[in-house]
C-alpha cells in the first residue's frame, strides 16, 4: 500500500494557474500509474489525468487537455499536476491515486476503479 498526501490547493483567479503537488511513500513509486481526478460538491469523482510509471505515456480528460499536464519525479516519488487557465468550473477537491502499473494500458485508466491507493484531497477554488 503507498500513502498519497496532496498539496498546492489553494484559491485562484480564473484564467491563473496552480500546481498540484502529490508525494507518495510506501510501495515502489516508479511501479505504479498515478492519477488525478477530482470531485465537485454533488457530482462524481472525475478523472483528469494519468501517467505511466516511468512517465513517458500519458492520457488527459478532454475537459482538461491542453491545460492541465501532468509529470512525475520518480526520484522524489512525486506525481504533478499543472493547471494553467483556470476556470471557475475548475473548483472541485482535487485527489491524487495510485494503481497497478497495467492500469495505464487499460481502460480502467479513466475509472477510480483502476487505482487502489488515494490520497486525502486538496481543496481548489477558483474565484470568477
Known amino acids: 500500500q503507498v500513502q498519497l498526501v496532496e498539496s498546492g490547493g489553494g484559491l485562484v483567479p480564473a484564467r491563473g494557474s496552480l500546481r498540484l503537488s502529490c508525494a507518495a511513500s510506501?510501495?515502489?513509486?516508479?511501479?505504479?500509474?498515478m492519477g488525478w481526478f477530482r470531485q465537485a460538491p454533488g457530482k462524481d469523482r472525475e478523472f483528469l489525468a494519468t501517467?505511466?510509471?516511468?512517465?513517458?505515456?500519458?492520457d488527459y480528460a478532454d475537459s482538461v487537455k491542453g491545460r492541465f499536464t501532468i509529470s512525475r519525479d520518480n526520484a522524489k516519488n512525486t506525481v504533478y499536476l499543472q493547471m494553467n487557465s483556470l476556470k471557475f468550473e475548475d473548483t472541485a477537491v482535487y485527489y491524487c491515486?495510485?494503481?497497478?502499473?497495467?492500469?495505464?494500458?487499460?481502460?480502467?485508466?479513466?475509472?477510480?476503479?483502476?487505482?487502489?491507493?488515494w490520497g486525502q484531497g486538496t481543496q481548489v477554488t477558483v474565484s470568477s
Open positions: 491515486a495510485a494503481g497497478p502499473g497495467t492500469t495505464m494500458f487499460s481502460a480502467y485508466r479513466h475509472i477510480t476503479s483502476g487505482y487502489r491507493d
Open positions: 510506501g510501495g515502489t513509486f516508479s511501479s505504479y500509474t
Open positions: 501517467i505511466s510509471g516511468a512517465g513517458g505515456t500519458s
